[in-house]
């Protein structure tokens, strides 16, 4: 028998060497029973550090009803459903539930009310009590419940009394720093006409009033403990009696400025200052110092930037009569068009320097970049003072700016169908692109931007595009459609290889997982567009429409299959070789960039160049006196109802997004590897296979371009040459693929050009109330996804389907059961690479919607095939594209340690009716196997496979066993030498080679030992039997 260990305020777990009635750990923790509620700044319980184990609770058994949340000690108590058992010996499994509250729904998470999850929990009734086999939580704040008692409050004890007592003051609230001030002879002055020094203060609400109370203040500068200058002692004060305010001298934030200052609080009572005191409690933050701003700006919507400024965020003393500090702002004085030039900010306060006499601050002023034909401008930039009396530089007014913005005309440049690419200038036939590879589509001259593709052989017709990736500055995004096999099924992928987004560069993905819009800081911006090629029933590729506009700023600095953009159409094709090339393959195979050299191999380097975290640019409109600010240099019409940064994975996902995670199957793209080639056309003949000729597919393609939903709006517009590309390049793939199946792209192709030529017009637009453009509804907000796939009527941007067809953009039959083509990584998962809690299957008919669901069932894992047992689970699922749905599944068997083998059988579900077949999905420890989709494993060479775990030649056990492969690959092998060998080494690596001297990778010996030398360079051994070195097992010895 043993007495239960308790002790307050922390888990105690204490080992018992027996079964499982007698071999279990204890956990004795009186605040996990039902009846207590943690209050505001308690530190919640959590087990998701909890090793896997059977287990006794000291103060009761688990709760078989629902417990609230914020009860046993945490946010999410954890409670049994079903009945403990009864009969002394037996066991039970019952289902532990996770409950999240009343204000989550369920459904989200495949459970149900008070049980939103769940994992399987072993009872077992030792007599007496219960033991419980647990795992760890699933996240924090989530613990297990025990025992209904009533027990003290955190920071209370009840020892040796019958009533709880505080062991220190609680306080209720977190501390508070106010904004500085500077103390002008006791007194506290916030104006910048102060004399005296700076202080931070720091406040406690705690009430006054109570005695024998304390307070411990100390400081902290971005999460470090502020020290006195010279010493490692932290700058502090105790504060007692009624005393609830602490503050800073500001010769302690000497060369801390530009950080996050926060105080923090421990209380205690005044007469035991060396007895218990509270858990630190952290205040608000204070981020003190001076922010600058330093973007590339300018007056010219292709110029160069102008500068004027500075802000502090504490008060800057005035210990002189005649300098002072002010806060300024800068207003538009004057301007037809408050939003036709930027500054970094509206607001300044400004610094003053006793030595100069001058303020110092810098205001960037950029014109622009509107995407629209509103001429040339002239601006009056004005700056004012706050008001601060008793100062002599009350009223003070810096010199008003007049500023003349010159305005440009942009570009736009579309690679539609296989691909057929309507360059910059517009005004040459468009480019055939036959060749396979990876090409450089469009690149500035003068700044970090380009757009690289990848063109591959689209099954039996001409190549087309398959990827794209495009670069502005530190923003990297690539979208990937590319087989790695052939008439492999491929889902578009959308990754961001150079890290998270800068903040000004905004992703925003249409809800059909087809189409995505990404606006860059400069004003470019990328429309890409993805579909599905299906001929005969067995060819199925997918390819990529491109869609580029590009900002002024690369006026005659352009280059790429787009085109110069220089205003001369007549140089169009000039090679990357510097020569003109009237031959379109001559000219695109000059683009054709080496393998291992695109951005696809090889990411560009992020440079702090190209940072621009800081940017701001904000129109400061004096008529309405609003400040508007963004992280974009331009004023992109679409990109005005858009601009949100991709939000990271939480749930589920659109296309688009960060996944959030690294649990994912990364494929290898085996086709950018191949040698470029090209592609020629044979010569087509006048009558198709199935009987079309040049005729008809002229019709055709007239016909579905003039229904185009913008073509009416447009017909006026448009040059009649550039809709007669348009129809001549869909002519000519209706004549190859003897099909209509790329004539929604060059819809799609007219509606975009009929958008850009609207909003161009500056007269297209209305003002809003704050003074700001308005596009035109028809072509932006009524626009449809992807012509509703011409199966379905467009209304006010909504796609009203044909019977029979559903989705946003009509794509998908009713009653269709989706079709699963594969799992990424070929449904194979290794943990030594990942989680493989996330499984992305690829299939078609997928819509986005609640309907959207995974389910999975378990198989036993036997020999070579799968035995399938248990029932069926739904989990959660994300829409990654129309191609592709990822699904989460609970820690395997093998994440755990419990096996080496586990397999779960695929679904997915549209409609949350009909469920699509099954397909493997196999997670195993690859440190020492290879396995198949069929669940067949083979044990690797020099590993074993000992108690379910896979173990590395010489890894010990603690217990004079280790894995030797050679003797036996399934069982601890044991020798004399184990001993010997872990007595003399310290480490298996890290220490000078004495065979070699330059290396530093052999064992570091201790008790006087000697190393082996070449022959087993990692362990040491008694100096006197170095001639056996050969002899001895490779040992890891790692202390």
């Given at each position: 028998m043993f007495s239960p260990i308790i002790k307050h305020l922390f888990n105690v777990v204490v080992t018992v060497v027996a079964d499982e009635c007698t071999s279990y750990s204890i956990i004795s923790e009186n605040h996990r029973s039902t009846l207590f509620e943690p209050e505001g700044n308690d530190k919640l319980l959590c087990d998701r550090a909890?090793?896997?184990?059977?287990?006794?609770?000291?103060?009761?058994?688990?709760?078989?009803?629902?417990?609230?949340?914020?009860?046993?000690?945490?946010?999410?108590?954890?409670?049994?459903?079903?009945?403990?058992?009864?009969?002394?010996?037996?066991?039970?499994?019952?289902?532990?539930?996770?409950?999240?509250?009343?204000g989550v729904d369920p459904g989200t998470y495949g459970g149900s009310t008070c049980c939103h999850i769940s994992q399987q929990v072993q009872v077992k009734n030792c007599g007496h009590f219960n033991v419980y086999h647990l795992a760890r939580t699933m996240a924090c704040p989530?613990?297990?419940?025990?025992?209904?008692?009533?027990?003290?409050?955190?920071?209370?004890?009840?020892?040796?009394?019958?009533?709880?007592?505080?062991?220190?003051?609680?306080?209720?609230?977190?501390?508070?720093?106010?904004?500085?001030?500077?103390?002008?002879?006791?007194?506290?002055?916030?104006?910048?006409g102060c004399t005296g020094n700076v202080k931070f203060p720091c406040h406690i609400p705690y009430p006054k009033g109570v005695p024998n109370v304390a307070f411990e203040v100390t400081w902290t500068v971005n999460g470090v403990p502020l020290t006195y200058p010279g010493t490692h002692h932290p700058v502090g004060q105790n504060l007692t009696g009624d005393e609830r305010d602490a503050t800073l001298e500001e010769i302690y934030m000497r060369g801390h400025l530009d950080t996050e200052l926060r105080c923090e609080v421990r209380s205690y009572y005044a007469n035991n200052y060396n007895g218990p005191k509270s858990d630190t409690l952290k205040s608000n933050s204070f981020w003190a110092g001076i922010r600058k701003h330093n973007n590339s700006i300018t007056v010219d919507e292709k110029g160069d930037e102008q500068e004027i400024t500075l802000e502090s965020t504490v008060p800057i003393p005035c210990n002189s009569a005649v300098i002072r500090s002010c806060l300024f702002e800068v207003e538009m004085g004057f301007s037809s068009d408050p939003y036709d030039i930027s500054t970094s900010t509206c607001e300044y306060e400004l610094k003053c320097d006793n030595t100069t006499h001058k303020y110092s601050t810098t205001v960037k002023v950029v014109a622009t970049r509107d995407f629209v034909k509103d001429g040339d401008q002239q601006h009056v930039l004005a700056f004012r003072p706050l008001f601060r009396p008793n100062s002599m530089w009350d009223g003070y007014n810096i010199s008003s700016?007049?500023?003349?913005?010159?305005?440009?005309?942009?570009?736009?440049?579309?690679?539609?169908?296989?691909?057929?690419?309507?360059?910059?200038?517009?005004?040459?036939?468009?480019?055939?692109?036959?060749?396979?590879?990876?090409?450089?589509?469009?690149?500035?001259?003068?700044?970090?931007?380009?757009?690289?593709?990848?063109?591959?052989?689209?099954?039996?017709?001409?190549?087309?595009?398959?990827?794209?990736?495009?670069?502005?500055?530190?923003?990297y995004i690539q979208i990937d459609m590319c087989a790695k096999t052939r008439n492999q099924l491929s889902a578009p992928e959308v990754t961001y290889p150079s890290g998270p987004l800068t903040g000004g560069t905004t992703v925003d993905p249409e809800k059909n997982g087809k189409t995505l819009h990404?606006?860059?800081?400069?004003?470019?911006?990328?429309?890409?567009?993805?579909?599905?090629?299906?001929?005969?029933?067995?060819?199925?590729?997918?390819?990529?429409?491109?869609?580029?506009?590009?900002?002024?700023?690369?006026?005659?600095?352009?280059?790429?299959?787009?085109?110069?953009?220089?205003?001369?159409?007549?140089?169009?094709r000039l090679g990357s070789d510097g020569l003109q090339h009237p031959s379109a393959i001559d000219f695109a195979n000059s683009w054709l960039i080496p393998p291992k050299y695109s951005f696809f191999e090889n990411p560009p380097l992020q440079s702090t160049a190209y940072n621009h975290n800081d940017a701001n640019y904000c129109q400061c409109d004096n008529a309405t006196s609003q400040a508007i600010c963004t992280k974009s240099k331009a004023s992109n019409p679409l990109a005005q109802n858009t601009g949100k940064k991709p939000r990271r994975h939480i749930g589920t996902f659109r296309w688009g997004q960060p996944r959030g995670h690294q649990d994912y199957a990364k494929e290898t793209g085996i086709r950018r590897y191949a040698k470029p080639e090209i592609h020629r056309r044979k010569q087509r003949a006048a009558v198709t296979r199935s009987g079309m000729t040049e005729e008809m597919a002229r019709k055709t393609c007239t016909d579905d371009i003039r229904q185009a939903t913008l073509f009416t709006r447009c017909q006026s517009l448009l040059?009649?040459?550039?809709?007669?590309?348009?129809?001549?390049?869909?002519?000519?793939?209706?004549?190859?693929?003897?099909?209509?199946?790329?004539?929604?792209?060059?819809?799609?192709?007219?509606?975009?050009?009929?958008?850009?030529?609207?909003?161009?017009?500056?007269?297209?637009?209305?003002?809003?109330?704050?003074?700001?453009?308005?596009?035109?509804?028809?072509?932006?907000?009524?626009?449809?996804?992807?012509?509703?796939?011409?199966?379905?009527?467009?209304?006010?941007?909504?796609?009203?389907?044909?019977?029979?067809?559903?989705?946003?953009?009509?794509?998908?039959?009713?009653?269709?059961?989706?079709?699963?083509?594969?799992?990424?990584g070929g449904g194979l998962c290794d943990v030594r690479d990942r989680k493989c809690m996330k499984v992305q299957v690829i299939a078609e008919h997928l819509i986005a919607g609640p309907?959207?669901?995974?389910?999975?069932?378990?198989?036993?894992?036997?020999?070579?095939?799968?035995?399938?047992?248990?029932?069926?689970?739904?989990?959660?699922?994300?829409?990654?594209?129309?191609?592709?749905?990822?699904?989460?599944?609970?820690?395997?068997?093998?994440?755990?340690?419990?096996?080496?083998?586990?397999?779960?059988?695929?679904?997915?579900t549209a409609d949350g009716i009909l469920y699509s077949a099954e397909h493997t999905f196999l997670v195993y420890d690859g440190l020492c196997q290879n396995c198949n989709i069929s669940g067949h494993c083979t044990l690797k060479a020099n590993t074993c496979l000992i108690d379910r775990e896979c173990r590395r030649e010489g890894e010990q056990n603690g217990d004079g066993g280790y894995c030797d492969p050679h003797a036996d690959p399934y069982g601890w092998s044991r020798s004399s030498a184990a001993t010997e060998i872990n007595h003399y080494t310290a480490s298996g690596s890290g220490c000078q080679c004495g065979y070699d001297q330059v290396k530093f990778d052999c064992a570091c010996c201790t008790n006087n030992g000697c190393q082996c030398g070449y022959t087993n360079p990692h362990i040491c051994i008694n100096c006197d039997h170095m001639t056996s070195c050969s002899t001895y097992p490779e040992i890891i010895v790692a202390r």
């Open positions: 909890l090793p896997s184990n059977w287990y006794r609770f000291t103060n009761g058994e688990m709760p078989t009803s629902c417990v609230p949340t914020f009860h046993c000690g945490t946010q999410v108590p954890v409670w049994l459903n079903g009945q403990l058992p009864k009969v002394q010996g037996s066991k039970v499994t019952l289902q532990a539930c996770y409950n999240y509250g009343k989530m613990a297990y419940c025990a025992g209904d008692s009533r027990v003290c409050p955190i920071g209370q004890s009840n020892i040796a009394s019958h009533n709880c007592t505080e062991l220190y003051p609680k306080m209720t609230h977190s501390p508070v720093i106010g904004d500085p001030y500077v103390d002008s002879g006791g007194t506290k002055c916030y104006t910048c700016i007049q500023i003349r913005s010159k305005d440009r005309s942009h570009a736009t440049c579309s690679a539609v169908s296989d691909p057929h690419v309507i360059q910059v200038e517009h005004n040459k036939k468009p480019v055939n692109i036959f060749n396979v590879g990876n090409l450089v589509l469009y690149k500035s001259k003068v700044r970090p931007f380009e757009v690289q593709i990848t063109n591959w052989p689209c099954g039996s017709y001409s190549p087309c595009i398959c990827a794209v990736a495009a670069r502005e500055g530190n923003d990404i606006h860059f800081p400069s004003g470019a911006s990328l429309m890409v567009s993805a579909a599905l090629l299906t001929r005969n029933g067995k060819e199925k590729d997918g390819y990529l429409n491109v869609y580029l506009k590009v900002p002024t700023d690369d006026i005659g600095n352009s280059e790429g299959i787009c085109g110069t953009y220089d205003g001369n159409p007549n140089n169009d040059p009649s040459v550039m809709v007669e590309k348009y129809i001549g390049a869909c002519v000519e793939d209706m004549m190859i693929a003897d099909s209509d199946i790329f004539n929604i792209g060059y819809m799609n192709a007219i509606d975009f050009e009929c958008q850009d030529t609207v909003l161009r017009d500056v007269h297209n637009y209305a003002i809003g109330p704050d003074r700001k453009r308005i596009p035109p509804a028809d072509v932006t907000t009524h626009l449809c996804p992807n012509q509703c796939n011409r199966r379905g009527l467009c209304q006010q941007g909504v796609c009203k389907c044909q019977t029979g067809y559903i989705g946003d953009d009509c794509s998908v039959q009713s009653g269709v059961t989706p079709v699963v083509s594969r799992i990424r309907n959207l669901k995974c389910r999975y069932k378990k198989a036993e894992v036997g020999g070579s095939r799968l035995s399938p047992y248990g029932s069926y689970f739904d989990v959660p699922a994300s829409f990654t594209s129309f191609l592709e749905v990822e699904c989460s599944l609970p820690e395997s068997a093998v994440l755990i340690k419990d096996s080496t083998r586990d397999a779960f059988l695929m679904s997915v």
